[in-house]
């Protein structure tokens, strides 16, 4: 069993519902869907080219999934989880856009959040006790050969290479498409998540997913909002 924190809206939330419709699979019920109808694209393309962010579900990483360390349990993890939520300001972003992440298309800000990233931050130091180190195998995944040597160390130290200056907050959409195929894309998820862009974006909650199996489909083994408090500033 892996598990990782996710930023996500609640499931019942409308950007949740169309990012599942997209992708194909609502994480939260761990249930197929239906691809979105009357866009340009036909269903078997949308298939083909979300198949990497249907397994893990509609999400921004904070802390990469990791297995449990040795002495810890489920049970410890789930309620120093609560406890974080419990004492952590919801805050928002100011606007969102989909960005093109060399050829991977995400929701991301349109500009830096100091606000966002420092709480990403948190996240990761708050359930690092939590991890157990990689394997050799772990590692190797992360082919450390193409990493800086800030992202190297990171992977080292914190399990993931992608955390402090080196994070950058993506919700996934798809895999990464052919250069000559990504103008379509990015018109019509620019069309299919409108409603959600260019206006203030609320960061209100935190998920634990779980792994069961290596390989299988990541799921929402818990929910919980932020508390609500003064927005944090992201000036």
């Known amino acids: 069993m892996r598990y990782a924190i996710y930023f996500a809206p609640a499931q019942d939330d409308p950007l949740s519902r169309q990012a599942a419709s997209w992708l194909g699979r609502d994480a939260f019920a761990d249930a197929a869907l239906s691809h979105p109808g009357g866009t340009s694209l036909p269903a078997d393309t949308i298939n083909a080219i979300t198949s990497s962010p249907r397994r893990y579900g509609f999400h921004a990483t904070l802390k990469a999934p990791f297995r449990l360390a040795e002495g810890q349990t489920e049970a410890e993890f789930v309620a120093a989880f609560d406890q974080f939520v419990a004492s952590s300001e919801a805050f928002t972003v100011p606007e969102m856009v989909v960005g093109n992440l060399s050829g991977f298309f995400a929701i991301v800000p349109r500009e830096p959040s100091p606000a966002l990233n420092a709480f ?53 959409l798809t895999n990464r498409i052919a250069r000559e195929d990504q103008p ?9 998540f409108a409603p959600f862009l260019s206006r203030p974006f609320p960061i209100d ?9 290596p390989g299988a489909p990541f799921t929402v083994l818990h929910y919980a909002r932020l508390s609500i408090a003064q927005d944090r500033k992201t000036a």
């Open 120 to 172: 990403a931050g948190e996240v990761v130091t708050a359930f690092e006790k939590f991890r157990a180190p990689l394997t050799t195998e772990d590692i190797a995944r992360r082919n450390p050969e193409h990493l800086s040597p800030a992202e190297a160390a990171n992977l080292h130290d914190w399990g993931y290479p992608y955390v402090f200056e080196s994070f950058r907050f993506h919700m996934t």
């Open 184 to 192: 379509a894309i990015a018109t019509e998820l620019e069309r299919l």
């Open 205 to 213: 909650g935190l998920a634990i997913f779980a792994e069961p199996e």
